[in-house]
């Protein structure tokens, strides 16, 4: 993803919704909600993943806390906190016979 303000221009020079593409391969996932906060500041309408994000052991993590980030406008801290509630959940709905 450029540079803050090189985005914010690319933002207003397109004219159009932009989607931001998140590295998945080298970053956390402290640091993709980081970039993907900092994309929807900077006028992104919203994130994308590459396709090794399924390859993620946090994929779900990961997918449920952009969700939380992106739709519900929620901190980095709760978004983290959402998906890791989310992912509790679904490993007990997982485990029931």
Same mark, same amino acid.
């Given at each position: 993803?450029?540079?803050?303000?090189?985005?914010?221009?690319?933002?207003?020079?397109?004219?159009?919704?932009?989607?931001?593409?998140?590295?998945?391969?080298?970053?956390?996932?402290?640091?993709?909600?980081?970039?993907?906060?900092?994309?929807?500041?900077?006028?992104?309408?919203?994130?994308?993943?590459?396709?090794?994000?399924?390859?993620?052991?946090?994929?779900?993590?990961?997918?449920?806390?952009?969700?939380?980030?992106?739709?519900?406008?929620? *901190?980095?801290?709760?978004?983290?906190?959402?998906?890791?509630?989310?992912?509790?959940? *679904?490993?007990? *709905?997982?485990?029931?016979?």
């Amino acid at each position: 993803m450029p540079g803050r303000s090189a985005y914010r221009t690319l933002v207003r020079l397109t004219g159009r919704p932009l989607i931001a593409g998140l590295d998945t391969f080298t970053a956390g996932v402290l640091d993709l909600l980081d970039a993907a906060r900092q994309a929807i500041e900077e006028g992104a309408h919203g994130v994308m993943l590459e396709r090794n994000a399924v390859d993620q052991p946090a994929c779900g993590t990961i997918c449920r806390g952009l969700h939380a980030l992106v739709h519900q406008g929620v *901190s980095i801290e709760e978004a983290l906190i959402t998906a890791e509630k989310s992912e509790v959940r *679904s490993q007990e *709905s997982e485990e029931e016979p």
